[in-house]
């Protein structure tokens, strides 16, 4: 603080005399004290390049209305970017359930205070399995990205080996994500694909998999937004030598697509932002893990697990964790994984959504959203030197644009949509140099055939 002595109104206990008597308690002479340990060749002594601070409400609420009104958000253009965080109708439901106060507050209580927040997270993880058609779902995890990580992360502790094989068409950053999470006990290999489908290439599976793989993951609908057609095929290689198979899925395809226990999925996860989150400028994100009711399964998740169980009043049902031993929670340092703050509140969200839609909306809700995506890969096609990549793979929500035959780059084309209002696809080029110039475009239920059509025309003029 660059005035010690000055009151700030949003930052607790800086009031000197409360400063002092805090420092008093617990034998510091001062803040400094607390940073002792830090090396001096390593501490900034300058001051930092900040603005002073604003001491009135108004001009704190001037300033920060300020900076918002720079963003564009999709509330003010036509968005066809997806990528991990896609354009979802929310239903006012879902936001009014999850913004309560016994939900949106009910930080980390414990049975005695949070039986409400318990039973709600219990029918979540029923509706889940419901649709995945699986047994356990645990309490979700920060995101889909965690939830890929600590499902390969179960896969080693349960086979006891070292290896999980990713398809190299993953998103780079969900990779990196992986990667750290796994070092140092599992490495991660990349199986090529089949740059005309897209699909996995089993070949180089086959090469690639020995005695110390773990899991086989596959990623379906896959982050170029194609269905991995060969997934049972990649799950008996998977179990012919020892590994489990991980099927990382996008449950708002559970309407319209087989889940993957149908083909051989032994662990299944993803993210639950398509079921009722708002984009947020990021997400709204929140990750599931899934398997079957086996005790090898079970004890491996380090997140909470929570279930329905008879009290000592006949007729009456209680809702608490289980297996609680085995989390961080009860064991601390010994945690399989460790454990902190969940997104339940997401979870909750994603529960209310679920219990909206039933069987029949979620059915109805893939089947509209692949046929946008069929439209839209039609009508691209027609534009002058424009075409779809992996044309003979079905796709769900994304798919790839090739504007390598227009001559203009993806940026150029993304700057010309930008100033009609709307946003293109995902640049690729950097994250996949072999496609060239291609971009990742997503189309969901939002979408009408206007918006679609609107978007066709900006491109035909913007590669003209």
């Known amino acids: 603080m660059r005035n010690k002595q000055l009151v700030y109104p949003y930052i607790p206990n800086s009031v000197p005399a409360t400063k002092a008597a805090m420092l008093q308690a617990v034998g510091a002479k001062s803040m400094e004290d607390f940073y002792a340990d830090i090396p001096e060749s390593i501490r900034f002594r300058g001051r930092l390049n900040l603005p002073e601070p604003l001491l009135s409400e108004a001009a704190l609420v001037r300033h920060v209305e300020g900076l918002l009104a720079k963003n564009q958000s999709t509330r003010e253009v036509l968005s066809f970017l997806g990528a991990g965080c896609a354009p979802h109708h929310v239903p006012a439901v879902c936001d ?30 029923s509706m889940m399995g419901e649709l995945l058609n699986m047994d356990v779902v645990n309490v979700p995890v920060y995101d889909g990205f965690q939830a890929s990580a600590t499902a390969l992360r179960m896969a080693g502790r349960i086979t006891g080996r070292s290896l999980a ?29 089949d740059e005309a489908t897209g699909l996995m290439d089993l070949s180089d599976l086959q090469k690639q998999i020995n005695a110390q793989t773990a899991a086989v993951l596959i990623e379906n609908p896959s982050y170029l937004g194609f269905l991995e057609t060969q997934a049972e095929q990649i799950g008996q290689i998977a179990h012919e030598n020892g590994a489990l ?48 009711d086996e005790e090898k399964f079970v004890m491996e998740f380090p ?27 009860a064991v601390r340092e010994e945690g399989k994984e460790w454990v902190g ?21 979620m059915r109805e809700l893939g089947e509209g959203i692949m046929q946008r995506v069929r439209y839209a890969v039609s009508k691209l096609n027609q534009a002058p030197g424009v075409k779809t990549r992996f044309p003979n793979t079905p796709h769900f929500k994304e798919f790839v644009v090739d504007f390598n035959a227009t001559g203009r780059t993806v940026q150029q084309i993304n700057d010309a ?12 080029s950097a994250e996949f140099p072999s496609l060239g110039q291609c971009a990742l475009y997503c189309v969901t239920e939002v979408h ?17």
């Open 96 to 125: 009014e359930v999850n913004s309560r106060s016994e939900f949106l507050t009910a930080y980390a209580g414990e049975p005695y205070e949070d039986h409400g927040r318990f039973q709600a997270l219990f029918e979540y993880e």
């Open 165 to 193: 094989l990713l398809p190299a068409t993953v998103m780079p950053d969900k990779l990196s994500k992986i990667r750290d999470y796994l070092r140092p006990d599992m490495q991660v290999a990349l199986v090529a694909f």
């Open 245 to 292: 198979f991980v099927v990382d899925v996008d449950p708002i395809t559970l309407g319209v697509i087989n889940p993957p226990v149908a083909y051989g999925g032994d662990i299944v996860c993803g993210d639950i932002q398509s079921l009722g989150m708002h984009m947020n400028f990021g997400g709204g994100h929140a990750g599931f893990i899934a398997t079957r």
């Open 303 to 329: 997140s909470r697990l929570f279930g329905i169980a008879t009290t000592r009043v006949e007729g009456e049902y209680g809702f608490g964790d289980v297996a609680y031993e085995r989390t961080s929670f």
């Open 341 to 361: 703050t969940a997104a339940a509140l997401w979870g909750i969200t994603a529960g209310v959504y679920l219990a909206l839609m039933g069987p029949q909306g």
């Open 417 to 428: 949509l930008q100033l009609k209002g709307i946003f293109g696809g995902k640049d690729l």
């Open 448 to 464: 009408t055939q206007a918006d679609i059509d609107r978007l066709v025309q900006a491109i035909e003029e913007a590669v003209r």
